[in-house]
T-cell receptor, first 110, second 116 residues
Framework: GNSVTQMEGPVTLSEEAFLTINCTYTATGYPSLFWYVQYPGEGLQLLLKATKADDKGSNKGFEATYRKETTSFHLEKGSVQVSDSAVYFCALRGFNKFYFGSGTKLNVKP | DTGVSQDPRHKITKRGQNVTFRCDPISEHNRLYWYRQTLGQGPEFLTYFQNEAQLEKSRLLSDRFSAERPKGSFSTLEIQRTEQGDSAMYLC??????????????FGPGTRLTVL
């Protein structure tokens, strides 16, 4: 079946630090992969996506590369800001619906 | 703003009462999804519609839950005889099966249900 596993949080970083949030998946077929971000009290916002192996999604300084050989889609950012504090969800789309990881809370301290 | 909207944003009810939530998707989107999100977890799929047809329901959707999308536009999710375990955030999302954002899901702000 389809499932997503992401690293547990919270992750606490100082401003300008490097960020990695690990995500691995199990899927039948070749799913599309996504990262969503959720700010307090809000719904999920699409951060980036990749639709096939070796694609790199990027947005707002965040990047993730679709690695079929390791079934991974790790989220990275070179220099985090306080405003990046939020919960990040890795997701895959398969069979017309989305499967989400449990989320990783990121706290960025000034 | 033509994003996904949900109403109400918050609902507090007593155990055993019925509640109904509404979702208005992005107008040109033909697919509409309902998810449930509990504290510290990711959204879990409940059901989805393509136009007015309900195409799939999760096993999470017990017979106390019913969803409709009568005209292929807005949708309602009703929970009958609420239980404390129903307390969660209920998220709605919509997507299109055509265009540049093919099958990206756009989420509403959610309805937070608290059952006392």
């Amino acid at each position: 079946g389809n499932s997503v596993t992401q690293m547990e949080g919270p992750v606490t970083l100082s401003e300008e630090a490097f960020l990695t949030i690990n995500c691995t998946y199990t899927a039948t077929g070749y799913p599309s992969l996504f990262w969503y971000v959720q700010y307090p009290g809000e719904g999920l916002q699409l951060l980036l996506k990749a639709t096939k192996a070796d694609d790199k999604g990027s947005n707002k300084g965040f990047e993730a590369t679709y690695r079929k050989e390791t079934t991974s889609f790790h989220l990275e950012k070179g220099s985090v800001q306080v405003s990046d504090s939020a919960v990040y969800f890795c997701a895959l789309r398969g069979f017309n619906k989305f499967y989400f990881g449990s989320g990783t809370k990121l706290n960025v301290k000034p | 703003d033509t994003g996904v909207s949900q109403d109400p944003r918050h609902k507090i009810t007593k155990r055993g009462q019925n509640v109904t939530f509404r979702c208005d998707p992005i107008s040109e989107h033909n697919r509409l999804y309902w998810y449930r999100q509990t504290l510290g977890q990711g959204p879990e799929f409940l059901t989805y519609f393509q136009n007015e047809a309900q195409l799939e329901k999760s096993r999470l959707l017990s017979d106390r839950f019913s969803a409709e999308r009568p005209k292929g536009s807005f949708s309602t999710l009703e929970i009958q005889r609420t239980e404390q375990g129903d307390s969660a955030m209920y998220l709605c999302a919509s997507s299109s099966t055509s265009g540049s954002s093919y099958n990206e899901q756009f989420f509403g702000p959610g309805t937070r249900l608290t059952v006392l």
